[in-house]
């Protein structure tokens, strides 16, 4: 059975940091792509980031770009995102998602969300 | 930046009827890469549909996906109460990947 379970999240200062993480278990997690995607409060959804099976190519939303990182750790069937830099507009839940077969970026299984709010 | 425009935002129906859900893209999307997703009210989303036409696993035969050019479609052929719920479509063969703004399916 695939699970994917994030952590990391909580309340942060507009400016702050935080390091989500999420771990899997129940496939071949170096055979994936994994992606990062948020949902803002009562709002849709919202691509954040991606990354490719290796690790190798990484993907990032323009509200993104230049101040969170997407990495893995295949020895660990870790994924993370690093926020740096963080915004009132980046309040939401953030969800892992394994990417689908043959390398593609659908989203086939989802983990529960980990809540970030950025506040001060 | 491939925009996903959804249509309509709300739609009302009866349980039994069927449900047409429309996501146009902006511009072509690569290798027919679109997928449809489910949300419930205080749930994940569940993936239905990608390759804009293939069911994911465990989907009802009830639930279908076409295209014609840039024109996405979801149709629910005869909807149960558990299908009221917010789809989504999303293109994944570009970067940037994107989401479309939702369409809500409520009971009439």
């Known amino acids: 059975e695939v699970q994917l379970l994030e952590s990391g999240g909580g309340l942060v200062q507009p400016g702050g940091s935080l390091r989500l993480s999420c771990s899997a278990s129940g496939f071949n997690f170096n055979n994936y792509a994994l992606n990062w995607v948020r949902q803002a409060p009562g709002k849709g959804l919202q691509w954040v980031s991606a990354i490719h099976a290796s690790g190798a190519s990484t993907f990032y939303a323009d509200s993104a770009k230049g101040r969170f990182t997407i990495s893995r750790d295949n020895s660990k069937n870790m994924l993370y995102l690093q926020m740096n830099s963080l915004r009132a507009e980046d309040t939401a839940i953030y969800y892992c998602?394994?990417?689908?077969?043959?390398?593609?970026?659908?989203?086939?299984?989802w983990g529960q969300g980990t809540l970030v709010t950025v506040s001060s | 930046e491939i925009v996903l425009t959804q249509s309509p935002g709300t739609l009302s129906l009866s349980p039994g009827e069927r449900a047409t859900l429309s996501c146009r893209a902006s511009?072509?999307?690569?290798?027919?890469?679109l997928a449809w997703y489910q949300q419930k009210p205080g749930q994940t989303p569940r993936l239905l549909i990608y390759?804009?036409?293939r069911r994911a696993t465990g989907i009802p035969d009830r639930f279908s996906g076409s295209e014609s050019g840039t024109d996405f479609t979801l149709t629910i052929s005869r909807l149960e109460p558990e299908d009221f719920a917010v789809y989504y479509c999303?293109?994944?063969?570009?970067?940037?990947?994107?989401f479309g703004g939702g369409t809500k399916v409520e009971i009439k």
């Open positions: 511009q072509s999307v690569s290798s027919s890469s």
């Open positions: 998602a394994k990417g689908g077969s043959s390398g593609t970026y659908y989203m086939d299984y």
């Open positions: 999303q293109q994944y063969g570009f970067s940037p990947l994107t």
């Open positions: 390759g804009a036409s």
